[in-house]
C-alpha cells in the first residue's frame, strides 16, 4: 500500500515538473531573462518554501550537524550541476542538452544499486524498464548516434552534471534513513540557492537581472516565473517524501518522467500560440511515450 501510494506521489511531483518546465519555457520565449539567470530566481522561490514549511512544521533543522554537513555537500553539488546545465545552454546547446540530460532516469537507479546496494524485483525492473522507454522515445532523436556526434560540446558537460545529480540523489536517499523530509529539504535547497547566488553575483549581468526580476513582481513575465518556480517547489517537496517511502531505483526513473509530462502540456500551451510551432512533437511520439509510462506504473503497482 506504502509503495502505491509513494508512486503516486512520485507521479505527481513529476506532472508538476512538466507543468513548471512549460511555463518557464514561456517566460524565456517572452522576455530577455536568461535560463543561467532565472535558474537563481527559481532557487530562491523554493528556498522561501522551505524556510516557510520549516516554519509550519515547526520543524528542528540544527538536530545533527554531521548530517547538514551531508545535505549541505548535496545542495552545493546540484547547485554546480545546473550551472553546468545552463553553460551549455548558453551555448546554444539547449535541445541537446535536454535530451541528454534525461539519461539521469538511467544513472541513478544504477548508482542506488550499486551505492546503496537496492535489489529492485523483476516485476520492479520491467516497470522501471517502460518508464524509461517512455521517457528515450519523447526524449531522444531517431538517431541517437547523431544526437551524440553533434553534440560535441555537451556531451562532457551533461555526463558530468549527470553523475553529479545521481551522487546527490544517493546523497539524499542516504539522509532520508535517519532524518525527516523537511529537514532534508530544508539544507539541500537553502545551500543550493547560496551555491548558485554566489557564483551568479560575480557576473554583473545576472546581478542585474535578478534583482530586476525580485523587485519588479507586477511584470506578467514576473508573476509567471513566480509560479512557474512555486509549482516546481511542490515538485521538490513530493520528490523528497517520494524518495523517503520506496527505493531510490524506483522512484527516480518515476520523478524523473517528466518530460513526458512536459510534452503533454505543451500540446495544449502550442494551441493557445504561446509556444512557436517548430518545437511541437509529433502527435504519434507523445502517445506512445505516455502509453509506455503508464504500462510501467501499472506493472509497478
Not at 554566489?198 to 557576473?203: G, P, Y
Not at 527516480?252 to 512536459?262: D, E, H, K, L, T
Request: aromatic share 12%; glycine share 4%.
Amino acid at each position: 500500500m506504502i509503495e502505491k501510494y509513494a508512486l503516486l506521489i512520485g507521479a505527481s511531483a513529476a506532472c508538476l515538473y512538466g507543468l513548471s518546465v512549460v511555463l518557464k519555457k514561456i517566460v524565456f520565449n517572452n522576455s530577455d531573462f536568461e535560463s543561467y539567470n532565472f535558474t537563481v530566481f527559481d532557487t530562491l522561490i523554493q528556498s522561501f518554501s522551505a524556510i516557510i514549511l520549516v516554519i509550519v512544521t515547526k520543524q528542528h533543522i540544527l538536530t545533527n550537524l554531521s548530517m547538514i554537513g551531508l545535505l549541505s555537500v548535496a545542495g552545493f553539488i546540484y547547485g554546480v550541476s545546473i550551472f553546468i546545465y545552463n553553460f551549455v545552454i548558453n551555448k546554444d546547446e539547449a535541445s541537446r542538452a535536454s535530451q541528454l540530460a534525461s539519461l539521469e532516469t538511467i544513472v541513478t537507479p544504477l548508482f542506488a544499486i550499486l551505492i546503496l546496494n537496492e535489489t529492485p524485483t523483476s516485476e520492479q525492473i520491467i516497470g522501471i524498464s517502460f518508464v524509461i522507454a517512455g521517457i528515450i522515445v519523447v526524449t531522444l532523436e531517431k538517431d541517437i548516434f547523431n544526437l551524440i556526434r553533434t553534440a560535441k560540446f555537451a556531451v562532457l558537460p551533461i555526463f558530468i552534471a549527470l553523475i553529479i545529480w545521481g551522487v546527490e540523489d544517493v546523497m539524499l536517499k542516504y539522509a532520508l534513513e535517519t532524518q525527516d523530509v523537511v529537514f532534508v529539504y530544508f539544507w539541500v535547497r537553502v545551500s543550493s540557492f547560496f551555491t548558485i547566488l554566489i557564483i551568479s553575483m560575480l557576473r554583473s549581468k545576472s546581478r542585474d537581472q535578478v534583482l530586476d526580476m525580485v523587485s519588479d513582481t507586477r511584470q506578467f513575465k514576473i508573476k509567471l516565473s513566480f509560479v512557474a518556480s512555486s509549482i516546481a517547489s511542490v515538485g521538490l517537496i513530493l520528490t523528497v517524501y517520494t524518495y523517503s517511502l520506496i527505493d531510490l531505483s524506483v522512484a527516480s526513473p518515476i520523478v524523473g518522467s517528466y518530460p513526458i509530462f512536459a510534452v503533454l502540456f505543451l500540446y495544449i500551451v502550442q494551441r493557445n500560440g504561446y509556444i512557436e510551432e517548430e518545437n511541437r512533437e509529433p502527435v504519434l511520439k507523445r502517445v506512445v511515450s505516455a502509453s509506455l509510462f503508464l504500462i510501467g506504473i501499472i506493472v509497478l503497482t
